[in-house]
């Protein structure tokens, strides 16, 4: 499956975007999808992810409550809205897909991933 990521940009402390990720190639409803970040100088971490039908959520303790995703099955898209923006959360955002029921928190047990999608948060 082949992830295409977008929505990033500049935004302010205390602000919003949201995040796209559409996907090709295969059946989107088969995939848990997962949205890690990964800011200069630091590792990649898991931000939140969802199960392939968007029942099951499960997000990083740094987010939760400001971040929400969610998926549209129909339009082969899986969204990250960003509420309550921190400079900290200023990163290059990833999208990632498994062909699996759960939404899994860890980066390594992802077999597809997009091209990443800058995110700067200023104070």
């Known amino acids: 499956v082949q992830l295409q990521a977008s929505g990033g940009g500049l935004v302010q402390a205390g602000g919003s975007l949201r995040l796209s990720c559409a996907a090709s190639?295969?059946?989107?409803?088969?995939?848990?999808m997962g949205w890690f970040r990964q800011a200069l100088g630091k590792e990649r971490e898991f931000v939140a992810a969802?199960?392939?039908?968007?029942?099951?959520?499960n997000y990083a303790d740094s987010v939760k409550g400001r971040f929400t995703i969610s998926r549209d099955n129909a339009k082969n898209t899986v969204y990250l809205q960003m509420n309550s923006l921190k400079p900290e959360d200023t990163a290059v955002y990833y999208c990632?897909?498994?062909?699996?029921?759960?939404?899994?928190?860890?980066?390594?047990?992802?077999?597809?991933w997009g091209q990443g999608t800058l995110v700067t948060v200023s104070s």
């Open positions: 990632a897909a498994r062909q699996t029921l759960w939404a899994l928190a860890t980066a390594e047990r992802y077999d597809y």
């Open positions: 190639g295969r059946t989107f409803s088969n995939y848990g």
């Open positions: 969802i199960s392939r039908s968007g029942g099951r959520t």
